[in-house]
C-alpha cells in the first residue's frame, strides 16, 4: 500500500503537501477508495442514509456562473412549490416512502421569509422527520429560528475554497461572508453540510487539498462533493466539466480525514456516469439523497443539464436508490443518521 494511504488510513491526518501528492498520483486510485471504504465501514457500517430531496423553488437571487438556476438564466420556467404541496410531498416521504429525513432545498428565493420557512419547518416536524435546509446565505438570526422550528442541519456548500475562483464565479458574493455563514450554521446548533464542487475551469489540485483541510477546520458533519456539469444556458457552457474520478478521489481523501462523517454520493455523479453513485458508495460514500420532488417540476431545476432523477416520480427514484444500495450488498440504514462523533487519532 502506497504509505500515504496506509498513513491516512491509521492517522486520519495528513499534510497538504501529502494530500496534494495522492491526488496527483493516478496509479494509487484503486488503494485510495479501497482504503475510504474500509475506513467508511469502520466508522459509520454498511448502512447507507437515505435523505428525500424537495426542490421547492428554483427561484434565485445569485447568478453563480456555472449554474442553470442563475438569475440570468432566462431559458428556464421558474416554480414554487406551496407550503400545502411541500408538506404533502414530506408526508408521503414520512409515512408512505419510510425516509427519516426531508431535506428542502431551493435557490436563494427570497420569497420564502423567514416566517413562512418556519412554518413549512414546523409541520414537517409534526411527522418525527430530520428535517434539512439546502437555501443559501441567511443570516444567523435566520439560522437560529430555522432550528428553533426543528430544523436539523443545513447544506450551504463553500464551491471552492480558491477565493479568486470563488469570486469569479459566483459574482457579486462574499467569500468571507460564505464562510462566516457556513460557521453560523454550527453557532445556531444546525449540523453543518458544506462540499464544493470539483473540475470549474482554474481549479487546481491545490485547491482540492485546502478544500479537504477547510472541512476539518469548520468541523463538517456532511460535506458533498460533485463534478461540475457545464450547462448550456450559463456562461461555462463550453467549459471541460470535472470527472468522475476526481471527484471520486477528492471525496475519499475527504473520507480518510473526517473518517465519522456523512458523505452523499451525489447526484452529479451519477449524472457523470452511469453507475458514477454506486462507484462512490464503494469509494467512502454513506448517503443518498433521492429526488421526491414532483416529477412537473423536476425539469425546471436544472442545476446542471442531463440530471439523473428528470422525469421519475418519487416512487420511482427512491426504488431505484434502494435497488442500488442492495445490488451492492449494503442496506438502507435505520434512524435520522445524525453525525456520531467517533473517538479518532489524532
Ligand atoms: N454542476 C454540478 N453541480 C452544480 N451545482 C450548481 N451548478 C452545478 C453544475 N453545473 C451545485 C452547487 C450547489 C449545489 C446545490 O449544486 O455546488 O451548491
Ligand atoms: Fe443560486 Fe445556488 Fe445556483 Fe448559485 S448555485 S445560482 S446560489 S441555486
Do not use: W
Amino acid at each position: 500500500m502506497h504509505p500515504l494511504i496506509e498513513k491516512a488510513l491509521t492517522n486520519h491526518h495528513l499534510e497538504k503537501n501529502e494530500l496534494v501528492e495522492l491526488l496527483y498520483n493516478d496509479n494509487t486510485n484503486q488503494e485510495l477508495f479501497a482504503a475510504a471504504d474500509e475506513t467508511r465501514r469502520q466508522y459509520v457500517g454498511d448502512g447507507v442514509h437515505l435523505r428525500g430531496l424537495i426542490e421547492f423553488s428554483n427561484f434565485c437571487r445569485n447568478n453563480c456562473c456555472y449554474c442553470g438556476l442563475r438569475r440570468d438564466n432566462k431559458n428556464i420556467e421558474r416554480y414554487r412549490i406551496d407550503e400545502d404541496t411541500i408538506f404533502m410531498l414530506a408526508e408521503h416521504a414520512a409515512r408512505n416512502l419510510g425516509l427519516k429525513t426531508v431535506v428542502l432545498q431551493s435557490g436563494e428565493d427570497m420569497y420564502f421569509d423567514r416566517e413562512k420557512l418556519c412554518s413549512v419547518i414546523r409541520r414537517i416536524k409534526t411527522l418525527g422527520v430530520a428535517l434539512t435546509l439546502s437555501i443559501g446565505e441567511k443570516s444567523l438570526e435566520d439560522y437560529q429560528a430555522y432550528k428553533k422550528a426543528g430544523a436539523d442541519r443545513f447544506l450551504l456548500r463553500i464551491e471552492t475554497t480558491d477565493k479568486q475562483l470563488y469570486l469569479d464565479n459566483d459574482p457579486g458574493m462574499s467569500f468571507e461572508n460564505r464562510v462566516e455563514c457556513i460557521k453560523n450554521l454550527g453557532r445556531a446548533g444546525l449540523e453543518i453540510g458544506t462540499g464544493v464542487l470539483v473540475g470549474l475551469p482554474g481549479q487546481t489540485i491545490d485547491s482540492y487539498a485546502d478544500d479537504i483541510l477547510f472541512f476539518k477546520e469548520v468541523n463538517a458533519d456532511m460535506i458533498g462533493i460533485g463534478p461540475f456539469i457545464p450547462h448550456p444556458d450559463t456562461p461555462l457552457k463550453d467549459a471541460a466539466g470535472g470527472t468522475l474520478d476526481m471527484a471520486l478521489k477528492v471525496m475519499a481523501l475527504t473520507r480518510l480525514l473526517l473518517p465519522d462523517i456523512n458523505i452523499p454520493a451525489t447526484t452529479a455523479m451519477e449524472t457523470l456516469t452511469p453507475n458514477g453513485q454506486a462507484k462512490a458508495l464503494k469509494a467512502g460514500a454513506n448517503v443518498i439523497m433521492p429526488n421526491i420532488t414532483l416529477t412537473q417540476y423536476r425539469r425546471h431545476y436544472e442545476l446542471y443539464p442531463g440530471k439523473s432523477t428528470t422525469g421519475y416520480t418519487p416512487d420511482e427514484s427512491l426504488k431505484a436508490v434502494k435497488d442500488k444500495i442492495s445490488a451492492l450488498g449494503r442496506f438502507v440504514a435505520e434512524g435520522p443518521g445524525f453525525h456520531e462523533k467517533k473517538n479518532f487519532l489524532p
